[in-house]
């Protein structure tokens, strides 16, 4: 059996272990892709799914404002309290991590093994969610930036 196909197996396992089903299922289609169609799509997969993964989670936070939840009274609210205003801090150091992680990624791949077994654990044993990737090759490439 081919190491990809095992080690997609072990975290689908660990999704399932863990009660995640966002990784049993992630791993679960990528080991039903790699088994049946082979590795020809995972370049593909590869170079779009992050983006198109970024661009739904985006979406995601943006549908309060689509559905009118959330309107310009709601914006000018969140800027006179203090928890307001340590949520848009903590919003643009977050975005800006997530864009150092994403360049440090495209520049050190293999640390990506690392922060996957981390995201894995944290997700299958601490009830983590799966987006904290990027976010922590941002930190580890601010960390390495200062050394």
Avoid: C, H, W
Wanted: glycine share 14%; hydrophobic share 60%; no cysteine.
């Amino acid at each position: 059996m081919n190491q990809s196909v095992i080690i997609l197996l072990v975290v689908a396992i660990l999704g399932l272990i863990g009660k995640n089903g966002t990784v049993a299922a992630a791993a679960g289609i990528l080991l039903v892709i790699r088994l049946f169609i082979g590795e020809r799509p995972v370049p593909f997969l590869e170079e779009y799914t992050l983006k198109a993964g970024i661009t739904v989670i985006t979406m995601a936070v943006l549908v309060p404002f689509a559905t009118g939840e959330v309107g310009i009274q709601s914006l000018l609210n969140t800027l006179k309290s203090s928890a307001g205003l340590i949520a848009v801090l903590v919003g643009v150091v977050i975005a800006f991590l997530g864009g150092k992680g994403v360049t440090f990624l495209t520049d050190q791949p293999q640390v990506l093994v690392g922060l996957l077994m981390g995201t894995i654990i944290g997700v299958a044993f601490f009830k983590g969610v799966p987006v904290g990737p990027l976010i922590g090759a941002g930190i580890v490439a601010v960390i390495l930036s200062a050394q």
